[in-house]
T-cell receptor, first 116, second 114 residues
Framework: AQKITQTQPGMFVQEKEAVTLDCTYDTSDPSYGLFWYKQPSSGEMIFLIYQGSYDQQNATEGRYSLNFQKARKSANLVISASQLGDSAMYFCAMREVNFGNEKLTFGTGTRLTIIP | DTGVSQDPRHKITKRGQNVTFRCDPISEHNRLYWYRQTLGQGPEFLTYFQNEAQLEKSRLLSDRFSAERPKGSFSTLEIQRTEQGDSAMYLC????????????FGPGTRLLVL
């Protein structure tokens, strides 16, 4: 079964609008971390934001915020006031802490295109 | 801090040849990871080191693949007898233990096997 599911293969958003990228996850580990990365066409994975499973508040980093709904097992990324430079692939990833897994498990990504 | 670096950035090789990639992690990071990313997919875990010890290997890492981190600093990933299916982006990441343990990625090495 997919551990990380990103159901939006591509999205087109007008510049300056907010955008929500969906991510659902599946784990039985009570302790886990959720990450979002941005991958421009150059290929480098750029860390954006982190949410721990025990964090009480939704994570925020500048224009990025994470809408964490633990009961629904969703961790959607919200980008406010989108910019042309936000056009890229976005990946949601999970690390399961207690299962001895140090690896990240990634979804298939969402290609975001910002329209001027 | 220069971040994670990888060399080469691009590699074209013929089927059957051996290739070696290098990764230099962020200097204070004791953990180093290799991932492989094929077109249209997210990165897939290959292997991970804590200091010089290789602690986990994916089943994706066939016996043609070997990774080392001899002094706990830089790491190399070697692919012997390359096949066309090895064509992918090979990503290296590093992290230091703690919460959160964020993995920081390098720019990747794009491999094309002809």
């Amino acid at each position: 079964a997919q551990k990380i599911t990103q159901t939006q293969p591509g999205m087109f958003v007008q510049e300056k609008e907010a955008v929500t990228l969906d991510c659902t996850y599946d784990t039985s580990d009570p302790s886990y971390g959720l990450f979002w990365y941005k991958q421009p066409s150059s290929g480098e994975m750029i860390f954006l934001i982190y949410q721990g499973s025990y964090d009480q508040q939704n994570a925020t980093e500048g224009r990025y915020s994470l809408n964490f709904q633990k009961a629904r097992k969703s961790a959607n990324l919200v980008i406010s006031a989108s910019q042309l430079g936000d056009s890229a692939m976005y990946f949601c990833a999970m690390r399961e802490v207690n299962f001895g897994n140090e690896k990240l498990t990634f979804g298939t990504g969402t290609r975001l295109t910002i329209i001027p | 801090d220069t971040g994670v670096s990888q060399d080469p950035r691009h590699k074209i090789t013929k089927r059957g040849q051996n290739v070696t990639f290098r990764c230099d992690p962020i200097s204070e990071h004791n953990r180093l990871y290799w991932y492989r990313q094929t077109l249209g997919q997210g990165p897939e875990f290959l292997t991970y080191f804590q200091n010089e010890a290789q602690l986990e290997k994916s089943r994706l890492l066939s016996d043609r693949f070997s990774a080392e981190r001899p002094k706990g600093s830089f790491s190399t990933l070697e692919i012997q007898r390359t096949e066309q299916g090895d064509s992918a982006m090979y990503l290296c990441a590093s992290s230091s233990q703690g919460v959160p343990e964020t993995q920081y990625f390098g720019p990747g090495t794009r491999l094309l096997v002809l």
